[in-house]
T-cell receptor
Framework: NAGVTQTPKFQVLKTGQSMTLQCAQD?????MSWYRQDPGMGLRLIHY???????DQGEVPNGYNVSRSTTEDFPLRLLSAAPSQTSVYFC??????????????FGPGTRLTVT | AQSVTQPDIHITVSEGASLELRCNYS??????LFWYVQSPGQGLQLLLK??????LVQGIKGFEAEFKRSQSSFNLRKPSVHWSDAAEYFC?????????FGKGTKLSVKP
C-alpha cells in the first residue's frame, strides 16, 4: 500500500491564482481530512469528509473548497490564493471519523508559498 | 469548549537522559488521546494511543504515556533519549468525532 499520497510536494503561487492540492489513499478509509500547519499553531482542521459525497467544514475553512467524489481522493482547492494561505498542508485518512478511536494516517505534506 | 494544551513549546535534553513531554486536556468524559511525532520535513507518525483500560500505554520507539484522569494529563515519557528522537511532538485528543491537536513541543537533543 502507498498509504496517503499528496501532490505536489512544493508549490509557489502568486496572489489570486488558483490551484488544487491532490490527496489520495489506498486503504479504503472512509474518513479523510485536510490540515494546515503553521509555526506555533499546531495543525488546524480545514475540511473533512466522512465518506464519498459528504464533506464538512473544520476550524479554518475560509478560502478553501473540497469535494469527495470517490473514496480514494479528497482534493483541496484554493480558488484565489492569498499570502495568508502560505503554509504546509497535510492530508490524513482513517477508518472512520465517526469512531475517532481509529488513528489517522498522514500524507507527507505540501509546502505552499503564496507571494 | 474542549482543549488540548502542550505547555512546553521547546525542550532540550541531553542524549541518554529521560524525557517527559506534557499534555493536558479539558473534556468531561474519558477522552481519546494520541501522541504523534513529526521529524523535520516529514508527515506525522503515530507513537501511541489511549481509549480506555490500562492507563499506561506503550508505543513505538520506546515511548510510553500515562493517562491520569485526576490531573487531566497524558504525558509522554521515554527513559533514555536518542539523538534521533529530535522532532516535534503533538498531543491529539478529545471526544469521539471532535479531536484536536495541541500546538506541539519541539524536542532538541544535546550530544
Amino acid at each position: 500500500n502507498a498509504g496517503v499520497t499528496q501532490t505536489p510536494k512544493f508549490q509557489v503561487l502568486k496572489t489570486g491564482q488558483s490551484m488544487t492540492l491532490q490527496c489520495a489513499q489506498d486503504m479504503n478509509h472512509e474518513y479523510m481530512s485536510w490540515y494546515r500547519q503553521d509555526p506555533g499553531m499546531g495543525l488546524r482542521l480545514i475540511h473533512y469528509s466522512v465518506g464519498a459525497g459528504i464533506t464538512d467544514q473544520g476550524e479554518v475553512p475560509n478560502g478553501y473548497n473540497v469535494s469527495r467524489s470517490t473514496t480514494e481522493d479528497f482534493p483541496l482547492r484554493l480558488l484565489s490564493a492569498a499570502p495568508s494561505q502560505t503554509s504546509v498542508y497535510f492530508c490524513a485518512s482513517s477508518y472512520s471519523g465517526l469512531l475517532s478511536s481509529y488513528e489517522q494516517y498522514f500524507g507527507p505534506g505540501t509546502r505552499l508559498t503564496v507571494t | 469548549a474542549q482543549s488540548v494544551t502542550q505547555p512546553d513549546i521547546h525542550i532540550t535534553v541531553s542524549e541518554g537522559a529521560s524525557l517527559e513531554l506534557r499534555c493536558n486536556y479539558s473534556y468531561g468524559a474519558t477522552p481519546y488521546l494520541f501522541w504523534y511525532v513529526q521529524s523535520p520535513g516529514q508527515g506525522l507518525q503515530l507513537l501511541l494511543k489511549y481509549f480506555s483500560g490500562d492507563t499506561l500505554v506503550q508505543g513505538i520507539k520506546g515511548f510510553e504515556a500515562e493517562f491520569k484522569r485526576s490531573q487531566s494529563s497524558f504525558n509522554l515519557r521515554k527513559p533514555s533519549v536518542h539523538w534521533s528522537d529530535a522532532a516535534e511532538y503533538f498531543c491529539y485528543g478529545g471526544s469521539q468525532g471532535n479531536l484536536i491537536f495541541g500546538k506541539g513541543t519541539k524536542l532538541s537533543v544535546k550530544p
